[in-house]
């Protein structure tokens, strides 16, 4: 069955913090990893990763891919209060859907 | 731009009712989907439609349906409303197959339904 982990469930950290939220997953036709960011309402596109190796980055976020040990990762320099929100990871299937398999989420709370 | 727009965003419906929950988008894809998100969970595909006329069951589809008579448009409904069915539930769209590449699904804002 296919599946996404996500790892931690929850981080609280202060302003100022590092942190890195971890996206493991055991897809059969792996087409593209891609990350979002919720807040109260719809989920928010950050990054879509399709090869490994290659960071993507944006501002203080940052994203790379290992599809070799089938893993990702999404980085957050000097967190502020505003980044507190769920992230979630989703697999693109590589069938003629776009269907996403999403994991269940990392709840990242930072406190000043 | 609107983008996928949801509605109602809210609803409290008594077990046994049913209901449809709309959804339109203005973007012109040709995906869309249908997905619930309980607590403390991801969310998951309840249907999908890959062009008019087209849809296609995903992970959750019992208790639901679906149409799509036009690329607007995606409705679900609710035939006889359960507990169970107490969720947030999103509706996205995305280009598709044979459009430019490396295009993300785009989510409306939700619709919080409670089943009571």
């Known amino acids: 069955e296919d599946k996404v982990v996500q790892s931690p469930l929850s981080l609280v950290v202060h302003e100022g913090d590092t942190v890195t939220l971890n996206c493991s997953y055991e897809v059969t036709n792996f087409r593209s990893l891609l990350w979002y960011k919720q807040e109260k309402k719809a989920p928010t596109f950050l990054f879509m990763l399709t090869s490994s190796g290659i960071e993507k980055k944006s501002g203080r976020l940052s994203s790379i891919l290992d599809k070799k040990e089938l893993f990702s990762i ?9 980044d507190s929100a769920v992230y979630l990871c989703a697999v693109e299937e590589n069938f003629n859907t776009d269907k996403l398999i999403f994991g269940t989420g990392t709840r990242l709370q930072v406190f000043p | 731009n609107a ?7 809210f609803r409290i419906l008594k077990i ?13 894809h040709n995906y869309m989907y249908w997905y619930r998100q309980d607590p403390g969970m991801g969310l998951k595909l309840i249907y999908y439609s890959v062009g ?11 208790g639901y349906n679906v149409s799509r008579s036009t690329t607007e448009d995606f409705p679900l409904r609710l035939e006889l409303a359960a507990p169970s069915q107490t969720s947030v539930y999103f509706c996205a769209s995305s ?11 785009h989510f409306g804002d939700g619709t919080r339904l409670s089943i009571l």
Do not use: R
């Open chain 2, 95 to 105: 280009y598709g197959l044979g459009t430019p590449s490396n295009q993300p699904q």
């Open chain 1, 74 to 82: 999404l980085n957050i320099t000097a967190t502020q209060t505003g």
């Open chain 2, 16 to 28: 046994g009712q049913s209901m449809t929950l709309q959804c339109t988008q203005d973007m012109n």
């Open chain 2, 52 to 62: 008019a006329g087209i849809t296609d069951k995903g992970e959750v589809p019992n």
């Open chain 2, 3 to 9: 983008g996928v727009t949801q509605t109602p965003k």
